[in-house]
């Protein structure tokens, strides 16, 4: 019996130990996009090479979250041969982001999922001299980290994962996939 429970102690620790870390780590990303008026009309007609970028929020704290957002979506459209300029571009991209939930890189490597999802809702006004205006709205919740990468750096489910996967989302409805 002795040995028995011996065996059974040392199968316990390395579960035990695997359940605490995939209780730590949790995972998974969940995007919806919502279309407004005229989008799916509107987003096939575009064709653009420059765009005026606007990220903005009125939210109280939420400056770092609006930089965060506006270097993810500069960094995709450059990624998709798209140039932001200033003023003047050949489509005009107003973000607002409406709601956030900031989980901390330092909170999400100490806690894990225990630090809860975070969120972000945004809604998006597409405008342009050739462009009939068009709205759509996104919304974003990151759980947690989904490699061992994204544990280890704390990065999955931080507010900076969260901005650049919804600037993914975001240059992903304006552009063709194919493209």
Not at 60 to 66: H, Q
Not at 70 to 84: D, G, N, S
Not at 101 to 122: C, F, H, I, M, Y
Not at 148 to 162: A, I, R, V
């Amino acid at each position: 019996m002795t040995s028995w429970l011996r065996r059974l102690r040392r199968l316990a620790r390395p579960a035990l130990l695997a359940g605490l870390l995939g209780l730590l780590t949790g995972c998974g990303t969940q995007v919806e996009v919502w279309q407004g008026s005229e989008h799916e009309d509107a987003r096939q007609a575009l064709a653009f090479t420059t765009l005026s970028l606007a990220v903005s929020s009125e939210l109280p704290g939420a400056e770092e979250a609006v930089t965060s957002l506006a270097f993810a979506l500069e960094t995709e459209f450059l990624y998709r041969h798209k140039r932001v300029v200033p003023k003047g571009g050949d489509l005009r991209v107003a973000v607002q982001i409406r709601h956030l939930k900031d989980v901390p890189r330092e909170t999400r490597v100490w806690l894990g999922s225990l630090a809860g999802s975070s969120e972000l809702r945004a809604d998006i006004r597409v405008t342009g001299p050739r462009t009939k205006p068009f709205t759509f709205s996104i919304e974003a919740q990151s759980r947690g980290a989904t490699t061992t990468e994204d544990f280890l750096s704390g990065k999955g489910g931080s507010t900076e994962d969260l901005t650049q996967r919804a600037a993914a989302i975001i240059v992903g409805e304006l552009l063709d996939p194919d493209a």
